[in-house]
């Protein structure tokens, strides 16, 4: 098996899905407008620059999923779907994922983002491996909480080789896509290191290391 992972946020879809999520929940006035902006803003910021406090963030973006029974939640990603995708979507994405799968290559996403947002996502986008923070769910009732470690960082990292346990796979002839600077950990493991669309240390790092550089926007 050779594995092809991809990040999905302002990777694989053209903007950061748990941010837009929190925007659209702001715009639909289903939660705190100013308060929750401001703190949703300032969390995007602070993942941006490499210092996020992941789980403070998850215990502020999983509240919602908590205060809100399953029926209303599946009702609001629909909605939320259906009028973000459009802007998500990036065709050459598309492309890229196909030429993949035309060489036998096994897809994967690995996302910080939690589960109740990427698990769609990663299905439209015709990928049937997901890593994504599993956003703790009993008796049918989210409760805020997380199930075993983020996928954020080295958290990517852990996760990836659980997998692979699991699977008895390898990382040999693997390529990662990604466009943050956060996912150095993992960019350094995989034999094919990309770097899609990205932010400035990360840009650097790729030409520094020789590492391609390519745009899907």
């Not at 705190?32 to 210092?51: C, L, M």
């Not at 509240?63 to 029974?69: I, P, Q, R």
């Amino acid at each position: 098996m050779t594995l092809a992972i991809f990040d999905l946020d302002n990777t694989l879809i053209g903007c950061d899905s748990d941010h837009l999520w929190g925007d659209w929940l702001v715009e639909k006035g289903i939660v705190d407008a100013d308060h929750y902006k401001e703190t949703n803003d300032q969390f995007y910021v602070d993942y941006q620059n490499g210092r996020l406090d992941i789980m403070a963030y998850l215990r502020f973006s999983l509240k919602v999923l908590a205060d809100n029974d399953m029926a209303q939640l599946h009702f609001w990603r629909e909605q939320f779907l259906a009028e973000k995708l459009d802007e998500m979507w990036l065709p050459k994405a598309e492309t890229l994922l196909q030429q993949h799968r035309d060489q036998g290559h096994t897809l994967m996403i690995i996302t910080a983002t939690n589960d109740f947002v990427t698990a769609p996502l990663a299905d439209r986008l015709g990928v049937d491996h997901l890593i994504a923070t599993v956003a703790e769910c009993k008796k049918e009732r989210y409760t805020g909480d997380i199930a075993g470690v983020p996928s954020y960082r080295e958290g990517k990292v852990a996760r990836l080789h659980d997998w692979l346990n699991a699977h008895n796979e390898t990382l040999e002839g693997s390529w990662f896509y990604s466009d943050s600077h956060n996912d150095l950990p993992l960019l350094e493991k995989v034999d094919n290191p990309v770097a899609v669309d990205p932010d400035a240390t990360l840009e650097r790092e790729a030409r520094e290391r020789g590492w391609p550089v390519i745009s899907l926007r």
